[in-house]
């Protein structure tokens, strides 16, 4: 294992004591951590393994395989190998001397049966949900995390340049990243991205071509895509990319763990005008946006900031989908996993924090004709906000 | 939206059909299905949308987004649609003049807290874990499955010839896949790769040459590799491909849907005489277990005739991990998941039935030093066996 990408001592220990603080508020006595973001966010390690918090102390890792690799990577002191998840229980009690009257479970992850699992296996507990609180630490990232996502955001950066440079007509949107996979996997392009919620299902390039961009789908997303099958009707389909049409690229990329996802608008020789102007009124848009950010103002402030401009350039119709299939979102967590919490939405009242990373990204659909749109991360700061993307934020006419 | 991929009504009715005498046997009244690739099964589309099942009768479909769509791939007829989940009770008291007193949901995806809003929902129901029956029923494959599956072995072994005719020293195993990622994706390469367990991650490519192979990890395979990083600690590492080392190529595919998933020895120039002997042997033992195939076998025949010819062999240290870390299952089922019910794996009583499609994978570790493996897609026939991998049953020394 390359000691660079191990998390500091520090990282694993501050996370912790700030989880307890949260279980100490809401009466939760222990933390049996499982799902594996979460379980490298509290560790360090992302083996086939198993972490209990006590809300006081030190936690405990239970590792079914692979206890070398885990003892390498974790800075957890108490590291336990086990042969069966059955044995922790009786792990726990003969450690702490008792068993949490109230645990708490990752309730947004967990399926049904394996929480019937568990239910049997701590018999006696009253399990609450610990994925809020497991979410709200999450959202703040460390100074450590921030230059992690640094790391990533210079690599995605080298690939949308790689991206500028080699773009060329001819292929379908489904082959089109084959002309940047082979540079990409040089940044580290090819680990696998993580999203939490198991109907969403995440995948690195999302681009769509000319009239591809109008396909309205599936996805809670302004556009869809024709994608390469009903099985899966989202993404890059059959469509060839040709010369003077807009193109959008959305690519979601991962390193050491953290993910960037950023989208710019392309076009090979020329884009046609009315998808030059969408395409700078949705930077308009994003730059709006991104001037009003600063600790305190509401997610709802943002989303309405982000509708009010676009009304105001003209695009009410086509900003975040067509009329009836508009989302309701401008963007949204990101970090260990490419979708965190919160969601900049409509509505949503809680405020902006120092430490928090969103992607950012409006949309236009232009229903059977293209999309326009852009993406970036970045940080809210103590004073405002830094761009965490280093792809300029322009049209890629190449 | 390519008609050559829409599953056929008499599929679709067909499905129905089963499940309804599942449902019956088990008593329950109805099925709410909500998972993507259950949803695909017993409607041929795969949008935001439910899909209610009642015990007897037609099916109703309720469509988040995108309507049109789902109209053009379902041929179910009852299809509405929602603006919201909330709906759906109200909309199944209307069409079918009751709710069903027994409810099936899908327990093993369900996450808790999902499950906990479908039982305020649905208010007073019985609610019954419905994944075993549906998983009983997608382990048998059609003709029409079958052919897709074809479709799909007909491109991935095309995806391997290119690997042997192209691959070469000097990348890394993240790397490697960005010489063979612009062909394969003009065979369809890029869509996403869907697996069931919350805790695995599938990922297309996992390149383990040399030492790598050694490598033991958290996965549930011989062999995990040193992978990307501690977030994602399994696959190809940074090591680099070198000529006369043994490497092992497990790709998984996916089209229309249907998935593929198999491996091959490959080495660039020659080979060692330990790995090549060891790779010979494992094909051995693959074939060996193939000669059982046939219906009324238990899995747990198979697996122990793949033990007994790996210790005949000599292999009995190296084969399925290293002492201690053994696995304890040669294959799975495969389709429109890459991992399905059943496992092939120790002590399983379970017979082997007509219809079944296997993705058949021993390996053998030798620690710190290499792993060599194979993996084929069979399928059970009436008499015996049809291996539907296209690839030679060989060493690729390139």
Same mark, same amino acid.
């Given at each position: 294992m390359n000691s660079q990408f191990t998390v500091p001592s520090q990282e694993i220990e501050n996370r912790r004591l700030k989880i307890q603080k949260e279980m100490v508020r809401e009466n939760v006595e222990g933390l049996f951590i499982v799902q594996r973001v979460d379980l490298f966010y509290f560790s360090g390690t992302a =083996?086939?393994?198993?972490?209990?918090? /006590?809300?006081?102390?030190? /936690? %405990?890792?239970?590792?079914?395989?692979? %206890? /070398? @690799?885990?003892r390498l990577e974790s800075p957890i002191k108490e590291i336990v190998e086990i042969q069966s998840v059955k044995e922790i229980p009786g792990l726990i009690r003969e450690y702490y001397e008792t068993l949490p009257a109230v645990l708490g479970l990752e309730f947004d992850v967990l399926p049904v049966s394996e929480f019937k699992f568990y239910g049997n296996l701590f018999g006696g507990r009253t399990?609450?949900?610990?994925?809020?609180?497991? =979410? @709200?630490?999450?959202?703040?990232k460390s100074d450590w995390e921030i230059a992690q996502i640094e790391h990533t955001a210079d690599r995605s950066s080298k690939i949308f340049d790689y991206m500028r440079r080699n773009i060329r007509a001819g292929l379908t949107e489904m082959e089109l990243p084959g002309l940047f996979e082979p540079f990409a996997r040089t940044m580290g392009y090819g680990a696998r991205l993580r999203v939490r919620d198991y109907q969403t299902e995440g995948y690195p390039w999302h681009i769509l071509s000319g009239r591809s961009g109008g396909i309205v789908g599936l996805l809670d997303s302004p556009a869809s895509g024709e994608g390469p099958s009903a099985a899966f009707p989202c993404g890059g389909g059959s469509k060839r990319v040709v010369p003077n049409e807009p193109i959008m690229i959305d690519f979601n990329f991962v390193f050491n763990g953290y993910h960037m996802d950023e989208t710019r608008m392309f076009a090979i020789h020329g884009m046609p005008s009315k998808a030059l102007k969408a395409s700078r009124a949705i930077m308009e848009i994003h730059n709006e946006v991104l001037g009003q950010v600063k600790p305190g103002r509401t997610l709802d402030e943002l989303f309405q900031t982000s509708v009010h401009k676009a009304e105001a350039l003209g695009y009410e119709r086509a900003y975040l989908g067509p009329p009836g299939y508009k989302v309701r979102f401008i963007g949204h967590g990101i970090g260990l996993e490419l979708i965190e919490h919160p969601i900049i939405? =409509?509505?949503?009242? =809680?405020?902006?924090?120092?430490?928090?990373?969103?992607? %950012?990204?409006?949309?236009?659909?232009?229903?059977?004709?293209?999309?326009?749109?852009?993406?970036?991360?970045?940080?809210?700061?103590?004073?405002?906000? @830094?761009?965490?993307?280093?792809? /300029?934020?322009?049209?890629?006419?190449?």
């Amino acid at each position: 294992m390359n000691s660079q990408f191990t998390v500091p001592s520090q990282e694993i220990e501050n996370r912790r004591l700030k989880i307890q603080k949260e279980m100490v508020r809401e009466n939760v006595e222990g933390l049996f951590i499982v799902q594996r973001v979460d379980l490298f966010y509290f560790s360090g390690t992302a =083996q086939n393994a198993f972490l209990y918090i /006590p809300v006081e102390g030190e /936690p %405990l890792l239970f590792v079914k395989k692979y %206890l /070398p @690799r885990a003892r390498l990577e974790s800075p957890i002191k108490e590291i336990v190998e086990i042969q069966s998840v059955k044995e922790i229980p009786g792990l726990i009690r003969e450690y702490y001397e008792t068993l949490p009257a109230v645990l708490g479970l990752e309730f947004d992850v967990l399926p049904v049966s394996e929480f019937k699992f568990y239910g049997n296996l701590f018999g006696g507990r009253t399990f609450v949900d610990a994925s809020p609180m497991i =979410q @709200r630490l999450r959202m703040i990232k460390s100074d450590w995390e921030i230059a992690q996502i640094e790391h990533t955001a210079d690599r995605s950066s080298k690939i949308f340049d790689y991206m500028r440079r080699n773009i060329r007509a001819g292929l379908t949107e489904m082959e089109l990243p084959g002309l940047f996979e082979p540079f990409a996997r040089t940044m580290g392009y090819g680990a696998r991205l993580r999203v939490r919620d198991y109907q969403t299902e995440g995948y690195p390039w999302h681009i769509l071509s000319g009239r591809s961009g109008g396909i309205v789908g599936l996805l809670d997303s302004p556009a869809s895509g024709e994608g390469p099958s009903a099985a899966f009707p989202c993404g890059g389909g059959s469509k060839r990319v040709v010369p003077n049409e807009p193109i959008m690229i959305d690519f979601n990329f991962v390193f050491n763990g953290y993910h960037m996802d950023e989208t710019r608008m392309f076009a090979i020789h020329g884009m046609p005008s009315k998808a030059l102007k969408a395409s700078r009124a949705i930077m308009e848009i994003h730059n709006e946006v991104l001037g009003q950010v600063k600790p305190g103002r509401t997610l709802d402030e943002l989303f309405q900031t982000s509708v009010h401009k676009a009304e105001a350039l003209g695009y009410e119709r086509a900003y975040l989908g067509p009329p009836g299939y508009k989302v309701r979102f401008i963007g949204h967590g990101i970090g260990l996993e490419l979708i965190e919490h919160p969601i900049i939405a =409509q509505g949503k009242q =809680q405020a902006l924090e120092p430490g928090m990373v969103f992607a %950012l990204e409006p949309k236009m659909v232009f229903q059977g004709e293209f999309a326009a749109g852009i993406e970036s991360v970045f940080l809210v700061t103590e004073t405002g906000y @830094r761009l965490m993307s280093k792809v /300029p934020v322009d049209v890629f006419v190449c």
